[in-house]
């Protein structure tokens, strides 16, 4: 995991039923974004959270941070279509 300058405000730990990982920075400092990265079981993934640089209550709230990564579910591989894969063994 690389730190951004969003970790001078905080590096946290953050997970849900299928993922546990680190959320760099907090709504409160003085930088434009959040790095998460999030670890499953065989995988990772790593998504940012940008904002303006000004307070007031266009600003992101920890409480909705929370939601987002709630809200995170892993999804079954998508299965090819029968007749894409009857096509190509003709």
Known sequence: ?????DANS????????AYKGFQQGTPKSPWDGFIFDLYPDTDRM????????RPGPGRVSQAEINRI???LRRVAPAQ???EATS???N
Do not use: Y
């Open 69 to 71: 990564v709630q809200s």
């Open 46 to 53: 790593e998504f940012i959270l940008s904002q303006k640089n």
């Open 80 to 82: 090819p279509a029968p």
């Open 10 to 17: 905080g590096i946290f730990a953050i997970q849900n039923p």
């Open 87 to 89: 096509a190509r063994h």
């Open 1 to 5: 995991m690389a730190l951004s300058r």
